[in-house]
């Protein structure tokens, strides 16, 4: 589909909303599973799971009933996880033949062959995930007053290892095989934890029956912390992302980015990525984010003078730092809540200035990327109205506004997004210009249980992990044999956990590579002296990064199928975009202050130092120098960039050096300039109509 700016420009909130929900139906309509009475299914088992949420974050305790932490959370499996069976067929299209592939034509091909509807064997396992689940939560007061972790009833540990399988089946069909065996081989790991001669391996070991009870029944396993987490905390906030989505959210955070940078330089790629860091807010999904915005992005930017790759790069870049852009990050941001111990709230203040520093050096590359070929942007009376795009779009910014303002006020952050979603709703009837009736209701559930559901089942996958080295102990064993591997070296180890978190989230959901590195890495950083959240923090980011790192670089293989640019190419160029990823880690482990960790001077300069030292590291990389308006030689690019790194550290002595050694950079690009008495290059002779840059 390709799409100009100005024509986006000119889509009204109401035909783009209606076009997500045409694009929705589309690949429900393609997925022969989903008929209507197994679409009626999904939005009754969801409609249910998410009043059994409120049920136990208001503590409304229905029919007199106080409901155990342990049996709500079987309970809430019981309602999300099903909808894996229906959903996720047994096989899926291989990731060579899905490339660069619409998402109904792998859904046509995944189902060839079938009848329409849910197959008989999938209803077995569905039917039969539900009957252990609801088992699991009638005997919920058992299970924690007679230990049947440890000691259970023959019937009980046959159920534990049907739904130990289950899970395994679900976290495979939600996360993929590599996902699934880590998960298996961790789960039964315990068997032989006693037996392995590698001395920092060994742990204590447990007999087949008690692994499967521990795993099914136990506090630390599939209902360990993580899961625990879902059901107080994210089930909620995923909810506020879907609704505010399909209220119209998307299309006016588009709107605004239009009219905010749509008639600078490089504009439409300005755009996508205000609009991509918006929907990142909504989603906190690298690849969702990709296959929702970039349809209408990337043929914009291409359209305007951007090169298919760099197009691609630009939305990939953009869209990956969804995971870590409050105030709805990623679910390994929620994940933190109980790993780190503190309130969401702090999580949110921690990540703002390291997410602003992230979109803030994709913006400056983007800039002096169209400064240098002299992209123009589009004519102001194309784009919609700054003010006419704010005053349309109040219940947006409200709902926004109230969800952070009752975050920090509220008394119970997991009822909050409760209430915003109400507010939404109650928007959404009463706005005439938004069609908002049974069948848009129908939609938006059936996208909240497939979402929900997705999480979920990789939730209580991923906790086999956790159960499997919290079982034998061997997960505080790890981090202190790796402090002294590294012989007490912050940076060793800090390069040692960038090492590992990559390779595993390569192959692993950022989630599940949280998870792991939460218990084995993040202890190690924190016993050395870095704060706990910027170690937490730091496992995150650098998760993250393999969407847009080769070999695997998921976000940007989407991006790449819908440029039609080669996808490792793509991959490359958003490797370049998103350089401020792979620094602002190390810059946080080391100066907490800017995860917002010291008193409010510390951190406003270590804010205005890391600002200069993006705008530096972003410079070099582009090889164009905003303000001073000038292409950038190979010996200041190599400057500004070791400076940029520098200036992060926070010696007050490095920041001395390095802010000398940009001001020379600068003073000698001036000169330069001046000497050959010739400003922007030819191309930028055609722009003078526009804005030159952002800061006119």
């Known amino acids: 589909m390709s799409v100009s700016s100005a024509s986006l420009s000119e889509t009204t909130s109401e035909s783009a909303l209606e076009s997500l929900a045409d694009a929705s139906a589309e690949a429900d309509e393609h997925n022969y599973r989903l008929t209507g009475f197994w679409k009626a299914v999904i939005v009754t088992l969801t409609v249910a799971g998410i009043m059994l949420t409120m049920n136990q974050v208001f503590f409304w305790n ?42 109904n034509e792998l859904m046509q091909e995944a189902t060839a062959g079938e009848r329409p509807g849910v197959p008989w064997y999938d ?89 499967a009870q521990i795993h099914a ?21 995923l909810l506020f992302g879907v609704v505010l989505q399909h209220t119209g959210g998307a299309d006016f955070f588009h709107d605004l980015s239009l009219s905010l940078f749509g008639r600078y330089r490089g504009g439409s790629a300005k755009v996508a990525i205000t609009s991509s860091a918006a929907m990142g807010m909504m989603s906190g999904s690298a690849v969702s984010n990709v296959l929702t915005t970039g349809p209408m992005t990337i043929p914009a930017m291409i359209k305007s003078g951007f090169s298919p790759k760099t197009a691609g790069a630009v939305e990939a870049t953009a869209s990956s730092g969804g995971s870590i852009t409050p105030p709805i990050m990623g679910t390994a941001a ?14 949110i203040v921690a990540a703002a200035i390291p997410a602003f520093l992230y979109y803030l050096g994709i913006f400056l590359q983007v800039d002096g990327y169209a400064a240098k070929r002299g992209l123009k942007g589009t004519r102001k009376d194309l784009l919609p109205k700054f003010i006419a795009s704010l005053v349309s779009g109040w219940p947006y910014i409200s709902a926004l506004g109230l969800l952070t303002a009752m975050l920090f006020f509220a008394g119970s952050e997991s009822q909050v997004p409760f209430w915003v979603v109400g507010l939404l709703l109650v928007i959404a009837l009463a706005k005439p210009s938004l069609k908002f009736g049974i069948i848009e209701f129908r939609d938006m559930m059936l996208d909240a ?76 950083l924190t016993a050395l002296g870095v704060d706990p959240i910027a170690a937490h923090l730091f496992v995150i980011y650098w998760a993250s990064v393999s969407y847009i790192t080769p070999p695997v670089g998921l976000a940007a293989f989407a991006a790449a199928g819908i440029s039609k640019a080669s996808p490792m190419a793509t991959c490359f160029e958003a490797m370049r975009l998103g350089a401020v990823k792979y620094v602002v880690p190390f810059g946080f482990a080391l100066n907490p202050a800017l995860v917002a960790q010291g008193d409010a001077a510390e951190i406003i300069v270590s804010t205005l130092f890391s600002i200069i030292a993006v705008t530096a590291i972003a410079c070099s990389f582009s090889g164009w120098l905003v303000i001073i308006e000038t292409r950038l030689s190979r010996l200041q690019r190599v400057l500004l960039a070791a400076a940029g790194f520098l200036l992060f550290l926070p010696e007050s002595g490095y920041r001395v050096i390095a802010t000398a050694v940009i ?21 930028d002779a055609e722009a003078s109509e526009v804005p030159t840059s952002i800061h006119s």
């Open 217 to 237: 029944m136990g506090t630390e396993s599939i209902l360990g912390l993580p899961l625990q987490t879902a059901g107080s905390v994210l089930v909620g906030f």
């Open 449 to 524: 249980g497939k979402t929900l559901a997705q999480i979920i089942g990789i939730i209580a996958g991923v906790g086999l992990i956790l159960g499997g080295l919290s079982a034998t102990g061997v997960a505080l064993s790890l981090s202190r044999d790796l402090v002294a591997l590294v012989g007490e070296n912050v940076i060793l180890i800090l390069i040692a956990g960038a090492i590992a978190c990559f390779v595993l989230g390569m192959g692993l959901t950022i989630s599940a590579a949280y998870v792991f590195l939460a218990i084995v890495m993040a202890p190690a």
């Open 123 to 211: 209803v077995v396992l569905m039917l039969a995930f539900m009957g252990c689940a609801l088992f699991f939560a009638f005997h919920g007061v058992d299970i924690a007053e007679f230990g049947w972790a440890f000691v259970a009833p023959i019937s009980a540990t046959i159920v534990s290892y049907v739904f130990w399988a289950l899970i395994v089946e679900v976290l495979r069909r939600t996360a993929g095989w590599v996902v699934a065996a880590l998960a298996v081989l961790v789960s039964l790991y315990p068997l032989v934890a006693g037996e392995l001669p590698i001395g920092f391996l060994q742990g204590i070991t447990y007999d087949f029956n008690t692994l």
């Open 663 to 683: 001001a020379g950079a600068c003073a000698l690009a001036l000169f330069t300039k001046r000497s050959k008495r010739s400003g922007l290059p030819e191309p």
């Open 62 to 103: 229905l029919f007199d009933v106080a409901v155990l932490t342990n049996a709500f959370l079987y309970m809430l499996t019981a309602c999300f996880v099903p909808i894996v069976f229906i959903v996720q067929p047994l096989r899926k299209v291989s990731s060579r033949r899905a490339e660069g592939r619409r998402p």
């Open 334 to 347: 929620f994940l933190m809540v109980s790993f780190v111990g503190v309130p969401y709230t702090q999580i």
